[in-house]
Each structure stands twice: as structure tokens, then as C-alpha cells.
Nanobody
Framework: QVQLVESGGGVVQPGGSLRLSCTHS????????MGWFRQIPDKSRELVAR????????IYADSVKGRFTISRDDAKNAVALQMNNVNTDDTAVYYC??????????????WGRGTQVTVSS
């Protein structure tokens, strides 16, 4: 079982910045992908950004392109989401996601508990 710990949520004004961080307890060599999702009440969880091992570039939701940046540090088993120029539509619970692929085993999907981000003046 892989544990994920998130930090960095909070309240930020429109146009401001916030950085989310996540560390996991798995082996970096087993990481297939690391990413961030978000969810608002009565809506499905949506992908915000994902970095897949071996891919040259991460992928982003259209709504955050040019504003959010995902970065990962495999040596520290960490992934971060830098959120710039936020707006009220970014208000949500943000979840860290790690996909593990061990040799000979199916993909394993792990989630953090979520951290609340509120954009408000």
C-alpha cells in the first residue's frame, strides 16, 4: 500500500498563487505517473495535470494551461503543482494521484486525502 501526503492548500485571492505538494511512500522506480485532480461538490473528479514517466511533456486541463505547472522530484518521491493567476473557478478540493506499475503486476491507483483550495477576495 502506498501512502500519499498532500500539503499547501488554503485561501488565495484571485490573481494570486499557491503551491501544492505531495509525497508518496512508494518506490520511485515503480511510478508510472503522478498528477493532480480536483473536484467540486456534485461534479466528477477532473484531471488538472499529469506527468507520466517517460513522456517528454506533462499534460494539462485546457482550463489551467499557461497558469499551472506540475513538477516532480523522483529522488524525493514528490510532485508539486504551482498554481498562478488563479480564479474562482479553481476553487475545489485537489487530490494528489500516483499510479504504480510493479513488474508483472497491474497498474495500482493511489489517492491523497485531498486539500481544499479556495479562491476568494
Amino acid at each position: 500500500q502506498v501512502q500519499l501526503v498532500e500539503s499547501g492548500g488554503g485561501v488565495v485571492q484571485p490573481g494570486g498563487s499557491l503551491r501544492l505538494s505531495c509525497t508518496h511512500s512508494g518506490k520511485s522506480v515503480d511510478v508510472f505517473a503522478m498528477g493532480w485532480f480536483r473536484q467540486i461538490p456534485d461534479k466528477s473528479r477532473e484531471l488538472v495535470a499529469r506527468s507520466t514517466t517517460g513522456d517528454r511533456l506533462p499534460i494539462y486541463a485546457d482550463s489551467v494551461k499557461g497558469r499551472f505547472t506540475i513538477s516532480r522530484d523522483d529522488a524525493k518521491n514528490a510532485v508539486a503543482l504551482q498554481m498562478n493567476n488563479v480564479n474562482t473557478d479553481d476553487t475545489a478540493v485537489y487530490y494528489c494521484n500516483v499510479i504504480i506499475k510493479r513488474s508483472g503486476e497491474p497498474l495500482e491507483n493511489y489517492w491523497g486525502r485531498g486539500t481544499q483550495v479556495t479562491v476568494s477576495s
